[in-house]
């Protein structure tokens, strides 16, 4: 039987953190396509981020993705924010965006060019000192799209060392998740392609590094929750960048492409007792929302991943290891299909009631005035968006 009351209580504890550059414009190499009322800089974007978590509260930071959101003054960022009722989450480091990078950041044939990647990565740690942020997360574009073209072996060896350099700055509560992406913008071969390469260097950097899974960056047909259960009974998984995808790095709405998949993850995080924020994983959501609106998008990814986390609250575990015990496929099968099938939005409404939030986030914020507020005071300056 499950407890309801802990169900609950789990749910009101639950923390989603939203990317900074989720609220800018966005495309795809074809067209950006801007929105009326998206930022024109990093304040902006956090006054979205506190916006989307007054209505769900869950959603209580927001991740920056340096140098999209460099400023002057980091902590006087930290300070608006807290403000406003939310915190800087993951500093988001970016060495794929310069001229410089075509080769490769960090796994660059050129010394110089890797000086210059490194740096960067020390300089994000220098922002968290400053954000109070602990989380450094690190995405590299880096890889080949040719045969031959360089060295693989060499790759990993700079790509060890600028890790071990990186991770040596670190203070006693800073970590680094490190991501990985099959493909893209590399075609042939990424330098940090999957989940075991970056596992393997975590081990090699120690125990402030952990894995961190985008759901966009497998093959298709990957079994994410497998990677998942494997990584926490290694005690190396870190984060999330939670998206959707049909076909490659999507960057779709969270839950909205495979609703069931999200439900084996969060089952898996459940199972290994690890959605309780002490356990120190940080679930981020990493998405673009290029031609729907933004707020409302994030919004109804958060709510996505709280009713795949509710319904794998709901599997009967004293039931399910039963079944599995007595070998019986079909029932075991049964009990996490009756879970999945199970319509938890009136759950999740009461759980909302009693944290005094309105039942339907997406529907306050339609009827809160904010989208018509931000769309009014929005005008001249720059959008953000990738690069600004
Ligand atoms: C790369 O595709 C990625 O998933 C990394 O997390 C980046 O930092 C992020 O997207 C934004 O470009
Ligand atoms: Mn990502």
């Known amino acids: 039987m499950t407890d309801l009351a802990a169900v609950k209580r789990a749910l009101t504890a639950q923390r989603i953190e939203t990317p900074s550059w989720a609220y800018a ?35 209580p930071t927001v991740a920056l993705h340096i140098p999209w959101d460099a400023v002057d003054d980091y902590a006087e960022l930290a300070a608006y924010a807290r403000s406003l009722g939310v915190g800087l989450g993951a500093i988001n480091t970016n060495v794929f965006q310069d001229d410089d990078y075509k080769l490769g950041s960090v796994t660059n044939p050129d010394p110089g060019i890797r000086r210059k990647a490194t740096d960067h990565l020390l300089q994000a740690v220098d922002i ?13 574009s880096d890889g080949i799209n040719y045969p031959g073209q360089d060295d693989l072996r060499h790759r990993q060896d700079r790509m060890a060392a600028a890790l071990r350099e990186t991770y040596d700055r670190l203070g006693d509560d800073q970590r680094i998740l490190l991501e990985y992406k099959l493909f893209e913008p590399a075609f042939y071969a990424t330098d ?73 993850i969060m089952y898996e995080i459940v199972r290994g007792g690890a959605l309780d924020p002490a356990y120190g994983i940080n679930f981020m959501l990493d998405q673009c ?29 004293d039931a399910l290891a039963a079944a599995q015990d007595d070998g019986d496929v079909l029932q075991a099968n049964a009990v996490f299909m009756d879970a999945y099938n199970t319509d938890v939005r009136p759950l999740l409404a009461e759980v909302r009631a009693d944290a005094g939030l309105d039942p339907d986030p997406v529907g306050a914020y339609r009827r809160s005035g904010y989208q018509e507020k931000i769309v009014a005071e929005r005008v001249g300056g720059e959008q953000a968006g990738w690069g600004a």
């Open 25 to 59: 414009n966005s495309g795809t190499r074809f067209k950006v396509f801007a929105q009326p009322g998206v930022p024109r800089n990093p304040r902006e974007k956090i006054a979205d981020a506190a916006m989307v978590h007054r209505l769900t509260g869950v959603a």
């Open 128 to 140: 968290m000192d400053q954000t109070g942020s602990t989380d450094l997360k690190l995405w590299f």
């Open 192 to 264: 940090i392609p999957d989940w075991g390469t970056s596992y393997a260097h975590c081990l090699e950097l120690g125990e402030k590094a952990t894995v961190c899974i985008d759901t966009g960056h497998h093959a298709p047909g990957t079994n994410i929750e497998f990677i998942v259960a494997f990584l926490l009974r290694q005690r190396k998984l870190g984060a999330f960048d939670f998206n959707s995808r049909f076909y490659a790095d999507d960057d779709l709405m969270a839950g909205a492409a495979d609703p069931f998949q999200l439900f084996r």
């Open 289 to 317: 929302h290029n031609i729907e609106a933004k707020i409302p998008a994030i919004i109804r990814s958060v709510l996505n991943i709280q009713e795949a986390t509710a319904k794998a609250l709901l599997v009967d575990r």
